[in-house]
């Protein structure tokens, strides 16, 4: 007896449903409809920035310029590279303060706008102590730090630093030495003296074994300070000072000597 073998069908193929079909199509249609709109939007914003940093109602009127007392308005605004007539949101505001920090006199700086037509500019720049003699003269700030080789131009009535080298400067992560600091202290403090104002001073000599000797007044008188205790030395020298413009000695000074703390020396001219 013959028996006829039934195919048997593949359960694993389907047609897929109609309903996931039209999913599919609803899906890639969205897609399409989305990068359409991203795109449409990106054109838009392309144009209306275009519109906005073109437009003469953003145009720059006004820049204000503050904190500056050695560098003139012309030469920041030169350096920023700024003029009146550019857009304001067209300016890159970091481009025009990185450009404001590669002035050496330039310590900080901090540019903003003000809607419509206003940038401002406010720097704080270094302040000068006095002029370092390294081969070459070199302006140092308050800080202790050199911040520029002095120039014709420069302030040129800072006292006259001399007998420090390279290694005493304050660079990067090296510190300033003891003796550069010591300078520093002995320049501030003189600054609050009533006899000693830091424009009648104009050379410090160092001297790495004796310490410090100022030259000060318009007959250059030398005085004697050591490395340490400048406060008291400055006290004495106060003293010292009215006493002679007192007693009319002061004209025939020629140097004082403070490094001793039990006595002072007192040099004239020969009468």
């Not at 704080?124 to 002095?150: D, Q, S, T």
């Not at 600091?181 to 403090?189: G, I, M, N, S």
Request: charged residues 25%; proline residues 4%; aromatic residues 6%.
């Amino acid at each position: 007896m013959m028996f006829k073998r039934r195919k048997r069908k593949n359960r694993y193929r389907r047609k897929p449903a109609k309903g996931l079909l039209r999913r599919r199509l609803l899906t890639t249609a969205r897609m399409l409809a989305l990068a359409l709109a991203i795109m449409g939007l990106s054109t838009m914003l392309v144009y209306a920035y275009q519109v906005v940093t073109e437009s003469e109602y953003l145009a720059l009127r006004k820049i204000t310029v503050s904190g500056n007392h050695h560098l003139g308005r012309r030469e920041i605004l030169r350096a920023a590279g700024l003029r009146p007539g550019l857009n304001l949101l067209s300016i890159n505001l970091s481009l025009v303060r990185r450009k404001l920090l590669a002035n050496p006199w330039v310590a900080t700086a901090r540019v903003s706008r003000r809607v419509p037509d206003c940038l401002e500019i406010e720097i704080r720049e270094h302040r000068p102590l006095a002029v370092v003699e390294l081969g070459a003269r070199y302006l140092m700030n308050r800080k202790g730090r050199i911040f520029k080789r002095w120039q014709t131009g420069d302030p040129d009535h800072l006292p006259l630093i001399t007998g420090l080298d390279l290694t005493d400067i304050h660079v990067e992560q090296s510190p300033a030495s003891q003796t550069m600091r010591a300078v520093r202290q002995a320049l501030l403090l003189a600054e609050k003296t009533r006899c000693l104002p830091l424009a009648s001073i104009t050379r410090v000599q160092v001297d790495k074994q004796l310490g410090l000797t100022l030259e000060a007044f318009e007959a250059g008188v030398k005085i004697n300070l050591g490395f340490k205790n400048f406060n008291v030395n400055y006290s004495r020298l106060v003293k010292v000072v009215n006493y002679l413009k007192k007693h009319g000695y002061w004209t025939r000074l020629r140097s004082i000597d403070l490094t001793d703390p039990e006595r002072m020396v007192v040099k004239f001219d020969q009468a």
